[in-house]
């Protein structure tokens, strides 16, 4: 490091070789110079401070500092070096306390005290003050006064203070006459001599520093490589977190067909690791894909062949290829103990539980089996009687029967009315064998179905009497349900068709239902609503039992071929076991994921809620207006009568429970949400239909856009009209700014203005695009940004920044009919003529690739209802879907259908070297 001479001398040569002239730049550079000095001789000190008066000792103290300065003496002079004014408190804080030797001018001046400051006594008091031990005082008396003044008795009052201090240090006389002089050799020999050993143990001292300060610089220089090492790691560590998210993403997108479980918690895992538009995608393609999946069990055998549920539906068992038997609690899904089973590949081809909930019966490759679930030990031998490859058991509802068919075309029949079965009968069923057996719920009944493609029903109790015969040209019959009534009997063929019988009439209910190509299993719910069939290389389909109209298609994995399909006793959940997997799927009406209200007989163009989320109310092209509570997800009754048609928009007071109603014929309504009653006369402001309303957030205002390129706004206690705003064509967008004094409107002119609600007129220029190219525009939460659709893109723009900043949200998107911010404004959802809702990453800009599906025409309208993660959607089809979009509703629903954590080598195989960590911490 360089000392202060050099470095100063330095800075001098440079510019006594730069030819600059007497310009600005050289006063700049002078200046320069001048802060450089300062900074270096602050830093290391000064050799004498000089104090003194400037009315009388300026020239003096001049040619003194002058004259030190060329001997190579650092030394500070408030005047020489900085411009009056707060200079002197610069020096009274800083400099006086670095100086080696306090040099005080005493000029006639010096003894008049100065006020409201007298800076020279402050300069004297903090030397004093900061330099207890030997401290170095020059007094330079000119014509003795100072020393006349110390020779009196009583001094001046004025110069009493100072007299005091500076008498005991050392003074050297100059005459008065010298004021305008330079010093004599005197006073500049006292000075060396007073610094001469001070100035060695500066030199020291500076040493020293200078070592500390290079060994500051080197611990600073070490600190920033610290520093900056330690942000590029963080830098390499995001960047690799957001790889190995947009990688789990990826492969959850692979195995979202194949294994659900796994693409489940890889999708999990994707958005644990880094909140990636991907993750999100992973997860709502992982919670969409399958919407009434509610869990994968885990556990399952090899090559799972059987199915059957106790009669208290609490307990699933499920047989495989590899002759074991698992047991699962329901509805849960937790594994109950250990496989159990003759095991060495006897497969288990059909499983029956026996009314008391605890025997169960197998029928194996080999022989029936009987078993005692509470401790999964085999009760007793093989069944007697019992043949090989029995396609069909079942109990009757005492449990007394148990009826068995298989492939040598024979019914078995056992007494099981004591601990022990015995065969009761054998009867020649003339079915070129057997493949399922099914009970009446009264036991009097029980129907058999076989290879050649009739339904034969047997009468329990007269096994003698000749059985009737149902038969249909579909093939074989691969499997048969009766319904609770008992007279429902449902039969499923191998050409894909499923026929309704009625039992009491031995025919058919209606049209043959057409589920595909093939057809393994049919179930029917307890309460006669749903026909559920499964078959190679189909999805699991779900039909409507009295219209036979299909309901749902629910995927399975990869279209593998269904083993077994059954509905719990409560009809809540059916099972379906395919040859890798068990589904357990939720049957209910509610789901939390995607619910449908429906309600409306025509097109449904508006939705709004209230500020609470606990009513959304729906209008359309049927004239209604339908209110529907959240909580319970069931209309409202009764609903609000209308005088008027169509109803294009709607708005909910955010005060007050009062809804707005805009009509096609230019007239709004409002209606109290307590009475369902219009409250006031209708408003007739506007010629042509109301597209738009809007309340401003305070409720002080309710803007109206019309048709007709107006816009109004009322003040909504009258109502009454408060002021008119103009489009040059239909308006297409409302929205106020989260302070109530902004209104935005879009209209079919191009347009896009901000209006002022204060001022009663434009806040800004308007934004100027092409016709049809500015619509749907919306206010973020915070209001600060601003969303429209330009025609094929969706423009985000922050109000603060210039218009030319603003941002277009990226993704393929097709016409948008709406758009809406979430709560928090991180997200956007867009409906569109597609039939989807479109979700927008405010933050990466960029569309969410999974939409929410399930609309089946196009969809007018998306919001965001309350303060809510939920949209509401309504379509064409004549439907309101509700769709829970909070993240943490889906990380929750992802962890139920996978039931399980990742192993440790699949997080190896995934993860890498990330520390093991339960995806699911509640799950086994």
Request: aromatic share 8%; net charge negative; with cysteine.
């Amino acid at each position: 490091m360089l000392s202060p001479e050099w470095s100063k001398l330095l800075l001098r040569r440079l510019l006594a070789n730069a030819d600059l002239g007497a310009g600005p730049l050289y006063r700049q550079v002078q200046e320069a110079r001048i802060r450089f000095g300062n900074w270096v001789d602050a830093f290391w000190g000064y050799d004498v401070f000089i104090a003194h008066r400037r009315v009388d000792a300026s020239e003096y103290a001049r040619h003194l500092y002058e004259g030190l300065r060329a001997e190579r003496i650092s030394c500070f002079i408030d005047r020489a070096v900085y411009t009056p004014g707060t200079s002197l408190q610069v020096a009274t804080n800083r400099h006086v306390r670095k100086s080696t030797l306090f040099c005080l001018i005493g000029s006639p001046e010096l003894l008049i005290v100065r006020t409201p400051v007298d800076w020279v006594v402050k300069e004297i008091e903090t030397y004093l003050s900061s330099h207890t031990v030997d401290p170095k005082v020059l007094l330079i008396d000119f014509g003795d006064i100072v020393a006349g003044e110390l020779a009196k008795s009583v001094g001046i009052r004025s110069a009493e203070a100072i007299v005091v201090q500076l008498g005991p240090f050392l003074r050297q006389a100059e005459d008065l006459s010298a004021l305008s002089k330079p010093p004599s050799d005197d006073v500049l020999a006292c000075i060396r001599a007073n610094l001469a050993g001070r100035r060695r143990d500066r030199s020291r001292l500076r040493f020293f520093q200078a070592i500390a300060g290079v060994l500051a610089c080197l611990l600073l220089g070490v600190a920033l490589l610290g520093v900056f090492a330690w942000t590029q790691k963080q830098l390499a560590e995001g960047r690799a977190r957001v790889a190995l998210s947009r990688l789990l993403a990826s492969d959850a997108q692979t195995y979202l067909l194949s294994q659900p479980d796994l693409s489940a918690l890889l999708s999990v895992e994707a958005y644990h690791v880094d909140q990636t538009v991907e993750a999100r995608s992973a997860l709502l393609a992982a919670v969409s894909e399958r919407p009434r999946l509610y869990k994968t069990l885990p556990r399952v055998p090899k090559n799972p062949l059987s199915a059957a549920i106790d009669s208290g539906g609490t307990q699933l068992a499920v047989g495989g290829a590899d002759g074991l038997i698992r047991l699962w609690r329901l509805p849960n899904g937790e594994p109950v103990g250990e496989p159990f089973g003759i095991g060495h590949d006897d497969s288990v081809w059909k499983l029956a539980f026996k009314p008391d909930g605890h025997t169960l019966i197998s029928a194996n490759d080999s022989a029936l089996y009987v078993w005692d679930v509470r401790d999964a030990n085999r009760v007793g031998v093989p069944i007697s009687g019992s043949k090989k490859n029995m396609l069909g058991i079942a109990f009757n509802p005492e449990g007394t029967m148990l009826v068995g068919g298989g492939d040598d075309d024979n019914l078995y029949v056992w007494d099981t009315s004591t601990n022990e079965a015995r065969l009761e009968k054998t009867i020649q069923a003339g079915s070129k064998g057997i493949w399922d057996v099914a009970f009446s719920p009264r036991g009097d009944i029980f129907a058999s179905g076989g290879r050649d493609g009739a339904i034969t029903l047997w009468r329990s109790k007269d096994l003698s009497s000749p059985p009737d015969r149902l038969v249909a040209n579909h093939g074989q019959v691969s499997s048969l349900a009766i319904g609770s009534d008992g007279v429902t009997l449902l039969s499923g063929y191998e050409d894909g068709t499923i026929i309704v019988w009625n039992m009491d009439t031995r025919a058919p209910v209606g049209e043959p239902i057409k589920h595909g190509s093939g057809l393994d299993h049919v179930a029917l719910s307890q309460d006669l609503k749903l026909i559920a069939a499964g078959g190679t290389g189909e999805p699991l389909g779900l039909w409507d039992i009295t219209s036979h109209e299909k309901v749902q298609s629910l995927p399975l994995t990869d279209f593998d071929s269904i083993n077994a399909l059954l509905y719990t006793p409560d009809h809540r959940f059916l099972i379906s076991i395919q040859e890798d997997y068990c589904l357990l799927w939720n049957m209910s009406e509610s789901d939390e994921l995607n619910h449908e209200l429906v309600g409306h007989t025509q097109k449904i163009w508006a939705l709004a809620s209230n500020r609470s989320g606990t009513v959304l109310a729906s209008g359309g092209k049927d004239g209604s207006v339908l209110l529907w509570d959240m909580a319970t997800r069931r209309r409202l009754d009764p609903p609000l009568k209308l005088s008027h048609s169509y109803v294009k928009a709607l708005a909910f007071d955010p005060t007050k429970e009062l809804l707005a109603v805009g009509h096609d014929n230019g007239t709004i309504t409002i209606w109290s949400m307590s009475t369902h009653q219009q409250i006031a006369p209708p408003l007739r402001f506007h010629k042509e239909p109301i597209i738009a309303l809007t309340y401003s957030h305070d409720g002080h205002y309710l803007a109206a856009g019309s048709a007709d390129g107006t816009v109004a706004i009322y003040d909504p206690s009258g109502p009454t009209e408060v002021a008119s705003y103009q489009h040059e064509d239909a308006i297409s967008g409302l929205d106020f700014n989260s302070d109530g004094n902004l209104l935005a409107s879009s209209g079919d002119d191009g347009k896009i203005i901000l209006w002022d609600v204060r001022l009663n007129g434009p806040d800004r220029a308007p934004i100027e695009t092409k016709p049809d190219e500015a619509e749907h525009v919306r206010f973020s939460p915070d209001g600060h940004r601003l969303a429209w659709f330009d025609g094929t893109r969706i423009v985000l723009w922050d109000l603060r920044s210039p218009l030319d900043q603003r941002i277009y949200l990226q993704g393929i998107v097709d016409k948008v009919n709406s758009l809406a911010f979430s709560p928090d404004g991180s997200l956007i959802a867009s409906s569109t003529m597609d039939h989807q809702i479109a979700l927008w990453d405010t933050k990466s800009h960029q569309r969410l690739p999974r939409a929410l599906q399930g609309h089946t025409d196009i969809v007018w309208n998306a919001i965001f209802i309350g303060n809510r993660d939920v949209v509401a959607s309504s379509s064409n089809d004549l439907t309101i879907r509700l769709w829970d979009v909070h993240i943490d509703t889906w990380l929750s629903r992802l962890c139920e259908i996978a039931n399980r954590n990742l192993s440790r080598d699949e997080w190896v195989q995934y993860l890498g070297s990330e520390p093991y960590r339960k995806t699911c911490p509640g799950a086994p």
